[in-house]
């Protein structure tokens, strides 16, 4: 799973060298890595929030203590119309965001500088408007952007610098039609990659399904491979790889349950296996309105995460039956309203909720042999419209 974007900002990456067939992994080397996994764990990290809304003039970001769970308070890392979703080059260096200049959407790329500063070098149009998500691919030639409003997805290549290029545009067809006034055409909403990078997803709550594509690496450009069906009126949102990359995990945000693939990675295909609600039906009729925002895989533990918007809270899950299916095991407040994004910090102790609504960030911890939730008191700040959270690199 370390090569799919969603899941860089919080998984360690080993680079092997031909050395290190020679290191014998005695007690003592057993516990200096340890021991060096401890310190480096306890550490300040930047993150960004990702803004859209009443209040909100741009990128903000502050600094979050992994030892702690405490966040600083927010300032304005950079001035832009609605940039939304955020996601950064595999090389840690440089910051995406989707958002628009004079009207026109598109991807804003920034460098990240000392202290987390955002320095802005290129706006480049995605081609059909406005997008809702985006996501680099591993290799860090391309990126996609997924446009929910105009039906696509565009595919920017990536210079040696990280500048965007002109985008190439792929229409989505059909719509399921299931949920009146919401699926009556495509709308693709999440992009990111198989485990290894062979395949691009972009799940569609319009069509109830995947799109699954594959990569051309030699051409660098996408072609349509396939279509995983989901539950009808599901309206499918975001997705995750399981941690062994055999499994995928989709959040249906209409239906506000999450549905278990199977991955066979030689052919590209994706089975559906089961469908588990985040909700009860008693708590879903309680509220007046209620979708699925976010999900998480915790990338050490049995453990996937949801948000609920609407209900305001958090549902935790534990993986069972081998990877195929789900079980509710909490369902925690934010502390907060609106949960459009959550996000794991780099060592996995911690989730951050945004309430988009409140304006609010707020910490809880997990527990590590549970994956259950505990509010952190004393950890919320202010941050206008927040609806997506991006860890950065350590100070």
Known sequence: M????PHAPHTILCHHSPDMKKLRFT????????????LASAETRHVYFGTGGPGAEGIYRATFDTETGKLTPAELAHKINGPGFLTLHPDGTKLYAVASQEKEGGVAAYRIGA???????????????????????PSGKFLLTAQYGGNSVS???LDSEGKPGTATVTEHEGGSGVVEGRQKAPHPHWCGYS???KY????????DGIVIYA?????????????????????????????DGKFIYLLNELSLSVSAFSWDAASGTATLLSTTP??????????????AAEILVHPAGPFVYSSNRGHDTVTAYKIGDGGAALEVIQVQPIRGAFPRNINLDPTAKWLLAAGADSNTIAVHAVAPGTGLLTYQRGSVINVPAPICILFGPGE
Do not use: C, Q, W, Y
């Open 155 to 157: 595919f920017l290549p």
């Open 27 to 38: 007690p003592l080397f057993t516990l200096a890595v340890l021991a060096l996994t401890t």
């Open 195 to 197: 485990p290894d990078g």
């Open 115 to 137: 202290g987390g500063a955002l320095e802005f070098f290129h706006f480049e149009p995605t081609g059909d408007g406005g997008a809702a998500h985006v996501a680099v691919h």
């Open 215 to 243: 990569i051309n690496p030699d051409k660098t450009a996408i072609t349509k491979h396939g279509f995983a069906a989901s539950v009808p009126g599901g309206g499918p949102r975001h997705m995750r790889f399981s941690n």
């Open 2 to 5: 370390s090569a799919f974007p």
């Open 278 to 291: 985040a909700l009860s039906e008693e708590a879903k009729a309680a509220e007046g309105f209620n979708s």
């Open 200 to 207: 691009a997803f972009v799940p569609d709550l319009g069509m």
